[in-house]
């Protein structure tokens, strides 16, 4: 039921933050754009460093699922929630986060920030069934950040 529920908030807040990129009279900005495709490279890297059928948008592993650590998973344990935020950021910044003031931009803040919020609860429960399964996963733990190297 938790999984569930973060996964429906993950799926809103990220349909918030798109709405607000997309909002009426917003321009494309570089910042913002070179954020949106650093999410979508990172993203993209991480579900080629995953094995087929390992991927799993619920916070648990899949029955027989496969403990990877090579690609960005060498450095971050949730590289897919870190490309999430770096193309929420894109979003906050492509509604004006940071230049002007009114409330897209400051919706948009809170929308990003639940979203980290959000993303770290699913983690947590995420690496509690991790570290039932893998017995190398408490190790990999200490050696490597949840969505940020060495943080």
């Not at 990003?112 to 990999?140: C, I, P, Q, T």
């Amino acid at each position: 039921m938790v999984g569930a529920a973060l996964v429906a908030a993950q799926f809103g807040l990220l349909a918030v933050l798109a709405g607000l990129a997309l909002a009426p009279g917003r321009w494309p900005q570089v910042d913002a754009g070179l954020l949106l495709a650093a999410g979508v490279v990172l993203g993209l890297w991480a579900l080629s460093a995953n094995r087929p059928g390992n991927f799993n948008i619920r916070p648990q592993p899949r029955d027989g699922a496969v403990f990877v650590h090579r690609g960005p998973y060498r450095w971050v344990r949730h590289p897919m929630y870190s490309a999430l935020l770096l193309a929420g950021l894109g979003a906050v910044r492509m509604a004006g986060g940071g230049d002007e003031g009114g409330s897209l931009p400051a919706l948009g803040w809170v929308a990003w920030l639940v979203l980290l919020g959000v993303l770290w609860l699913k983690s947590s429960v995420e690496e509690r069934a991790l570290l039932r399964v893998f017995d190398g996963y408490a190790a990999y733990r200490q050696r490597s950040g949840r969505f940020l190297p060495g943080l």
